[in-house]
């Protein structure tokens, strides 16, 4: 079985924070672009069981409906994708009725709308497109055309944003019963507008008390963390993503687009018109140890953390033996949770990425 990702790299607008590969000003390549997907998708080789189809962005829904529509059909008609998990991200504001009962009769069962904030002076600071009541009416579109699986992205440490403010955030998501939400700290990358601008971001340490709020809030109403940043009811966990946190197979399609596939990794040309014209996909071939360090890095976002056996038997090593002094040092911290898995702890969490650095 295997995982598939179909990259849309447009945008209505450019948000001031994101770094994705996405664009505003590319409008007059949408329709090469979804023909050099198309033909991505029919010339692919490989396993065509797929239990998970996603795509990202950038916004799909910011593609003309009839060229989503053709890039859909082509990957039903690619994979099988009986009882598959599809799910498609889509911005507040940039699909209607129409277009959501369409991609739901073609197969699309699980949305993720990007909100961000509930707080309006919010989402202007992110250069969003849209205001909240624009997502609660995406929100209902949705539930009217069939979607039961429905996801909400959202962030903290935005610019402006109080615990108070962050609180009605999480507070008005969960009113609305989505089935998964998405929970990012918000990162302020190089080379986005935020980067150069003087923004009044919350400290360091109300974004820690912001963080575990929505930990425990989240959970208090029925959702269960199962990653860093993601909650789920019960069997809503995005199996896609899960597939990335476990290294299983997945093919991407599109501009910047990887795959992994029995440890070598592929990697499409990220330029648009690059990858439109003479798409060159880079190869690696992964050594057991890049291999097994990805494992542990990646695991380590689940709160299950990943097994150790099987992690034994996958990369024919003694785990305790090979890391003892990791492990000791930070079971004594509180940090770690060693037995049948290893996991990061609710304190772990905090101090995630020099944990899985000191195993790298
Ligand atoms: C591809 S977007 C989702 C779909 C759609 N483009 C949208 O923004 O609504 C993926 C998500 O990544 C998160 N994201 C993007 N840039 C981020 C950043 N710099 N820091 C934290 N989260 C970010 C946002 O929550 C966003 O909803
Ligand atoms: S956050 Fe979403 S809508 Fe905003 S620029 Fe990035 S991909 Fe586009």
């Given at each position: 079985m295997i995982g598939v990702y179909v990259h849309i790299p447009f945008c209505v607008k450019k948000c001031n924070y994101c770094d994705f590969?996405?664009?505003?000003?590319?409008?007059?390549l949408k329709q090469r672009y979804a023909e050099k997907i198309i033909e991505e998708i029919n010339n692919f080789e490989g396993d065509?069981?797929?239990d998970t189809v996603f795509f990202g962005g950038?916004?799909?829904?910011?593609?003309?409906q009839d060229l989503l529509q053709r890039i859909i059909l082509a990957v039903n008609n690619k994979f099988n994708t009986t009882d598959c998990e599809f799910s498609m991200e889509a911005n507040p504001a940039t699909i209607n009725s129409e277009g959501l009962l369409l991609l739901h009769k073609n197969g699309v069962n699980r949305l993720s709308i990007g909100l961000?904030?509930?707080?309006n002076d919010e989402l202007k600071a992110l250069g969003r497109i849209h205001c909240f009541e624009d997502f609660v009416s995406t929100y209902c579109m949705a539930r009217e055309a069939g979607f039961d699986n429905i996801n909400t992205d959202i962030m903290f440490?935005?610019?402006?944003?109080?615990l108070d403010s962050f609180k009605r955030t999480l507070e008005e998501v969960v009113k609305l019963k989505p089935e998964h939400v998405s929970c990012y700290s918000l990162i302020i990358e190089?080379?986005?507008?935020?980067?150069n601008m003087n923004l009044n971001l919350p400290d360091e340490e109300t974004e820690r008390k912001m963080y575990y709020y929505a930990v425990s809030y989240l959970q208090q109403n029925g959702y269960i963390q199962y990653e860093i940043s993601n909650f789920a009811k019960?069997?809503?966990?995005c199996r896609h993503n899960i597939k990335y946190w476990e290294r299983k197979n997945y093919v991407g399609f599109g501009a910047g687009a990887s795959s992994l596939i029995e440890n070598v990794r592929y990697k499409n040309s990220e330029k648009l018109i690059q990858y439109i014209e003479n798409n060159m996909p880079e190869k690696e071939i992964l050594t057991m140890s890049d291999a097994l360090a990805e494992h542990i890095f990646l695991g380590l976002r689940?709160?299950?953390?990943?097994n150790i056996k099987e992690t034994e038997r996958l990369y024919n090593i003694e785990f305790y033996q090979k890391y003892k002094t990791v492990i000791d040092k930070y079971l004594k911290l509180n940090l770690i949770t060693y037995g049948e898995n290893m996991a990061l702890t609710k304190e772990g969490v905090s101090v995630s990425n020099i944990i899985m650095s000191d195993f790298m």
């Open positions: 590969n996405s664009f505003d000003n590319k409008n007059s065509l069981n797929a950038g916004t799909p829904t910011a593609l003309e961000q904030s509930a707080n440490g935005i610019p402006n944003q109080t190089q080379g986005t507008p935020f980067y019960k069997s809503m966990q689940k709160t299950d953390g990943f």
